[in-house]
């Protein structure tokens, strides 16, 4: 069957789960931080695969990665060892704070994974204790368990009642957590920059005092770095700006540089699952370690976190400075290549629209706030021309 460019749009609709209200956009290339669409139009892409691009889009060193492993070998199984998983499990635990590494596939996976070790840790040293204190407006993925880590709930409604074991406080209090914690609890999970509900930063005080709490009561700290870390922020992983170290943290998104990765890393004392109590059949695999060895060693051979903390404090002078001249927006956030600003008004998706219109790709967390998480490999010029392209809008509005 020959497929029109117009076919795309009534595929989907015919035959895709009504799962995603996506934009009219069929991107068929990529290439840094450009794509283009079928009709052969580019774009600036400020989103890069929701955090997944961190080097842009087909990187030279994460194609020759995988072109490279397609031809050796592309899948065999955990029961054996293979050489490109425990490559990027070295390069990962010598350049964190973690001592041990568990592959999967996704983000959610990642999540899932850590929230067994924390289960079997309070049945090991907290009687039993299986709840989990996460944060108000959190994001920890899709399954059902880090559905129910996620403090939103307007993502559970339609699939309750949510597993058991999960509460969530609110972000940045400190009090609020401690008074949550009872002889159930068995870890708290946060964000230390949340990201899909729109870019908003933990305090300082509020992860010291945390991660202080959890040690006077035995709990597991774990950091869901899956948007933040890989250089991110200004810091291979987002913690590092707060000199407090978690004893689980999980990595997915841009870990691979676009092929579908998680993890899950721990230090050594809370490494407790053993062998029969966690698998995986596609996790570590021989391609997707191959890319992420390929990205994690352009990401810290370049200094690519101090680069993101360059542009993104330049990208964040130069939203404050749009701020200043259009009453429309209300606040700035960010850290690093984390951006967000929220309007005064419901207008996001139509800035989002007006954007495509225009050749650049944002991203609306909510009706009201506009996100950005372009590949670290932006330059000061790409930077320009988003933020001239959002001022043209905001005029327009
Ligand atoms: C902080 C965080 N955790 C977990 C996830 C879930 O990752 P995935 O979609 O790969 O399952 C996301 C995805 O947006 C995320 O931002």
Redesign the pocket.
Known sequence: MQLTTQNWQELEAKYYMRTFNRLPLVLVRGEGARVWDDKGNSYLDMVAG??VNVLGHCHPAVVEAITHQARTLIHTTNLYYTTPQLELAQLLIENSCADRIFFAN??????EGALKLARKWGRLNRNGAYEVITADN??????LA?LAATGQPKYHKPFEPMPAGFVSVPFNDLAALKAATGPQTCAVML?VV???SGIHLANHDYLVGVRQWCNEQGLLLIF?????GMGRTGKFLSFEHHGVEPDVF?L??GLAGGV?I?AFLSKEAVSILSAGDHGSTFGGSPLACAAGVATVGTILREDLAVHSAEIGAYALAKLRDLQSRHDLIAEVRGMGLMLAFDLKTESAAKVVTEGLKRGLILNNTGPQTIRMVPPLIIGKAEVDEAIATIDLILAEL
Do not use: C, M, V
Request: aromatic letters at 4%; a negative charge.
């Open positions: 929701l955090a996704s983000g959610a996976e990642a999540n959190s994001f920890h993925g899709r399954t880090t964000e949340q990201g899909e869901d770095e899956i948007q933040a999980t997915a998104k579908p998680g």
